[in-house]
């Protein structure tokens, strides 16, 4: 998912619910209208502080009945009028249970006309956001900004009508930089320009698009097909028509949508946290390691992040200085002769200090403030250097769809015991199976591993 659809559909929860407030709070300015109440006399008393006190909690509760009506799916693309029976159905559903509530507790609030007249202006005002918010992406989706590009292969009547769709109708929020027969798709020079691969083309084999999947899974791009082309291989399946076709999605990770969302306030709340409780350990891991070694305490190096991307990765340093530039001359004595990676087990570079920080992974703390920056999440598979990347297999690739971590699923089955490409299938099935619950138990079990390694010392 783009992440211009991701922040329109994040900023639709918000906007809903101050639309919800407006309309608590318009009908109760309306009921102490003069008009209103020289025909309806005011029989209650609750001062607007305590009703919107109230207000803030019941908006609350009907955001999750617009959340059981679907309009929070970020799977589904629902056309306006669509949208607009959700809402109905939303806001009818909160009525009625305040309705029921009145039933049961007649003394608690019995002002109908607030609850009938924010009722309608719920169903207005929250309507009214959902179209303004839609007349802003498709302004921005006219000046190709936050578009999703497409490569379209195929050259019949199927690909040539969507092609004409997208061209037409730039509210979809799709653009086709190129269209390639699919014979053209192997000469291709760079896959630079793409946000996904869209194949309409419905007769060709199911080799030849098995072959295209992989190939934007281990290059990050998104993969869409005509239905009917070959029975889906993977559980992350969504479905939505286009042009009066059927299309199927196969998503990259269930990561995608509102699990990207949820995984980072995890990571922001958990990382901040620690960091404010270990703060005092932290420094005092620093001065130890000045102590030993000198500056500098915290070394930036280089590793390659979600979707390829480079960037710096901070840990206590526990080797020796220019221990990089020392590597090259230890590489007969790798004892990883299973994938891309460098391990030594009496490395002469850590340094005695050294060998605590890796035994108990303290070392790893500062990665911390990467999670803070959003460039590495508390659980994914673990970064590694641009050079050990270069030589991944494409299926291993695919481990590059999502953020690394500081722990994974692959450290705590087995830490460094396991082989390479049992890592990479463990790591792979995370990044297919995420799911908060498993973060959460990946953790705790970090800490037991961690715990174990010391206590077997």
């Given at each position: 998912?783009?992440?211009?659809?991701?922040?329109?559909?994040?900023?639709?929860?918000?906007?809903?619910?101050?639309?919800?407030?407006?309309?608590?709070?318009?009908?109760?300015?309306?009921?102490?209208?003069?008009?209103?109440?020289?025909?309806?006399?005011?029989?209650?008393?609750?001062?607007?502080?305590?009703?919107?006190?109230?207000?803030?909690?019941?908006?609350?509760?009907?955001?999750?009945?617009?959340?059981?009506?679907?309009?929070?799916?970020?799977?589904?693309?629902?056309?306006?009028?669509?949208?607009?029976?959700?809402?109905?159905?939303?806001?009818?559903?909160?009525?009625?249970?305040?309705?029921?509530?009145?039933?049961?507790?007649?003394?608690?609030?019995?002002?109908?006309?607030?609850?009938?007249?924010?009722?309608?202006?719920?169903?207005?005002?929250?309507?009214?956001?959902?179209?303004?918010?839609?007349?802003?992406?498709?302004?921005?989706?006219?000046?190709?900004?936050?578009?999703?590009?497409?490569?379209?292969?195929?050259?019949?009547?199927?690909?040539?009508?969507?092609?004409?769709?997208?061209?037409?109708?730039?509210?979809?929020?799709?653009?086709?930089?190129?269209?390639?027969?699919?014979?053209?798709?192997?000469?291709?020079?760079?896959?630079?320009?793409?946000?996904?691969?869209?194949?309409?083309?419905?007769?060709?084999?199911?080799?030849?698009?098995?072959?295209?999947?992989?190939?934007?899974?281990?290059?990050?791009?998104?993969?869409?097909?005509?239905?009917?082309?070959?029975e889906a291989q993977s559980h992350n399946v969504i479905s939505h028509t286009l042009a009066g076709l059927p299309i199927i999605e196969i998503k990259r990770t269930a990561l995608d949508g509102w699990g990207r969302v949820l995984k980072r306030i995890f990571d922001l709340v958990v990382a901040t946290t620690l960091i404010i409780i270990l703060s005092l350990f932290l420094l005092l891991l620093a001065v130890l390691v000045f102590i030993e070694s000198g500056w500098p305490v915290?070394?930036?190096?280089?590793?390659?992040?979600?979707?390829?991307?480079?960037?710096?990765?901070?840990?206590?340093?526990?080797?020796?200085?220019?221990?990089?530039?020392?590597?090259?001359?230890?590489?007969?004595?790798?004892?990883?002769?299973?994938?891309?990676?460098?391990?030594?087990?009496?490395?002469?570079?850590?340094?005695?200090?050294?060998?605590?920080?890796?035994?108990?992974?303290?070392?790893?703390?500062?990665?911390?403030?990467?999670?803070?920056?959003?460039?590495?999440?508390?659980?994914?598979?673990?970064?590694?250097?641009?050079?050990?990347?270069?030589?991944?297999?494409?299926?291993?690739?695919?481990?590059?769809?999502?953020?690394?971590?500081?722990?994974?699923?692959?450290?705590?089955?087995?830490?460094?015991?396991?082989?390479?490409?049992?890592?990479?299938?463990?790591?792979?099935?995370?990044?297919?199976?995420?799911?908060?619950?498993?973060?959460?138990?990946?953790?705790?079990?970090?800490?037991?591993?961690?715990?174990?390694?010391?206590?077997?010392?």
């Open positions: 998912m783009k992440r211009s659809q991701l922040i329109f559909s994040t900023i639709a929860l918000p906007i809903d619910y101050l639309m919800l407030l407006l309309a608590g709070w318009l009908a109760y300015q309306l009921r102490f209208e003069s008009f209103i109440r020289s025909t309806l006399p005011v029989r209650f008393d609750l001062a607007l502080a305590d009703f919107f006190s109230t207000l803030l909690v019941v908006a609350l509760g009907w955001l999750v009945l617009f959340s059981l009506s679907g309009l929070y799916n970020l799977n589904n693309k629902l056309k306006f009028s669509q949208e607009l029976g959700r809402i109905f159905l939303g806001c009818t559903a909160g009525l009625s249970l305040i309705i029921l509530l009145f039933f049961f507790n007649p003394n608690l609030f019995n002002s109908r006309f607030i609850v009938l007249v924010g009722w309608a202006l719920a169903l207005f005002l929250v309507s009214a956001g959902r179209l303004g918010l839609r007349f802003i992406r498709t302004a921005l989706y006219r000046k190709s900004i936050g578009v999703t590009r497409l490569l379209l292969i195929g050259a019949d009547d199927a690909t040539l009508a969507l092609e004409q769709l997208f061209a037409k109708q730039p509210k979809l929020g799709f653009m086709v930089t190129k269209r390639i027969k699919p014979t053209e798709f192997d000469s291709l020079p760079s896959i630079n320009g793409f946000d996904e691969v869209l194949i309409g083309d419905t007769t060709l084999s199911r080799d030849f698009n098995l072959n295209i999947l992989e190939y934007c899974l281990a290059n990050h791009l998104g993969f869409k097909y005509v239905a009917d082309m070959f915290i070394i930036a190096l280089k590793r390659v992040g979600e979707n390829g991307r480079i960037f710096n990765i901070y840990k206590f340093r526990s080797m020796v200085k220019d221990a990089a530039i020392l590597k090259d001359k230890l590489l007969a004595y790798n004892e990883r002769s299973d994938g891309p990676l460098f391990k030594m087990t009496n490395d002469p570079r850590v340094t005695k200090f050294g060998q605590f920080l890796r035994r108990t992974s303290f070392d790893e703390l500062p990665q911390l403030w990467n999670v803070l920056q959003g460039r590495m999440s508390l659980v994914g598979p673990r970064p590694h250097e641009p050079e050990e990347v270069a030589k991944y297999q494409l299926h291993q690739r695919k481990l590059l769809n999502i953020k690394p971590g500081i722990t994974g699923l692959a450290q705590v089955s087995g830490r460094s015991s396991l082989s390479f490409e049992d890592e990479a299938k463990l790591d792979t099935f995370y990044v297919e199976n995420w799911s908060l619950g498993q973060d959460f138990i990946i953790l705790i079990k970090t800490l037991v591993v961690v715990w174990q390694r010391q206590a077997a010392v």
